[in-house]
């Protein structure tokens, strides 16, 4: 497999440097999905593998994440890579989003990316409400879609109420959506639903923004 997917629509609005999260490669149904969508409507989608992901594909066995200042290292790389002739937004699936989101404020200041896009952000570790990553969140300049579901155990809609996120985040809440945005067959939705409006959220979103 390539070192990167693209997904590249004819006249593109703009750039999504889209990185997976902790479990699952850059081709997960999740990822291969999202990527489409946006393609559909004319977002060019750029995914890449953090250095274990590609390892594991390579066959180095399952590997646990590369430590988050190495995560940051590699995200960083790519953004150099891509920005330039469009719109970059940067994001991911959880981990994928939070390393982004840990770049984007110093990218946004000096005008190398557009937006930060946040797929299911992990909040919290799960069962550990105390263990917050929203420091960073709380005086945050860059402009923010974070698409979560409001059940979400690593951070739910009842809970990220009262983080007090800065006013630059915006939160798109997928009803009775866990962290894949999968709701229960009672609430009348499904998973595809959900997939298609976090694709439509974040398009959106994204052509907001001059340029795009």
């Given at each position: 497999m390539s070192e990167y997917l693209i997904d590249e629509p004819q006249a593109p609005k703009a750039r999504f440097l889209f990185a997976h999260g902790a479990g699952a490669p850059m081709d997960s149904e999740f990822m291969q999905t999202l990527a489409t969508g946006l393609?559909?409507?004319?977002?060019?989608?750029?995914?890449f593998e953090f250095p274990y992901m590609a390892q594991r594909r390579s066959g180095g066995g399952?590997?646990?994440?590369?430590?988050?200042?190495?995560?940051?290292?590699?995200?960083?790389?790519?953004?150099?890579?891509?920005?330039?002739?469009?719109?970059?937004?940067?994001?991911?699936?959880?981990?994928?989003?939070?390393?982004a989101s840990l770049l984007a404020n110093d990218s946004y200041a000096q005008g190398v990316v557009a937006?930060?896009?946040?797929?299911?952000?992990?909040?919290?570790?799960?069962?550990?409400?105390?263990?917050?990553?929203?420091?960073?969140?709380?005086?945050?300049?860059?402009?923010?879609?974070?698409?979560?579901?409001?059940?979400?155990?690593?951070?739910?809609?009842?809970?990220?109420?009262?983080?007090g996120l800065a006013e630059a985040i915006e939160i798109e809440w997928l009803a009775d959506g866990d962290h894949d945005f999968?709701?229960?067959?009672?609430?009348?939705?499904?998973?595809?639903?959900?997939?298609?409006?976090?694709?439509?959220?974040?398009?959106?979103?994204?052509?907001?923004f001059p340029g795009s």
């Open positions: 393609c559909e409507q004319g977002i060019e989608v750029v995914r399952k590997r646990p994440p590369n430590t988050m200042s190495q995560l940051q290292e590699n995200f960083n790389a790519q953004i150099e890579q891509f920005a330039g002739d469009l719109p970059l937004f940067i994001g991911g699936k959880s981990m994928g989003g939070r390393v937006g930060l896009i946040c797929l299911g952000y992990p909040f919290h570790p799960q069962g550990k409400l105390e263990k917050l990553r929203t420091e960073h969140l709380l005086d945050f300049a860059c402009p923010t879609l974070i698409v979560q579901g409001d059940r979400d155990p690593l951070g739910s809609l009842a809970e990220v109420n009262t983080y999968k709701p229960r067959r009672a609430s009348g939705f499904t998973q595809a639903q959900h997939w298609q409006t976090a694709v439509d959220k974040v398009a959106g979103f994204m052509q907001r």
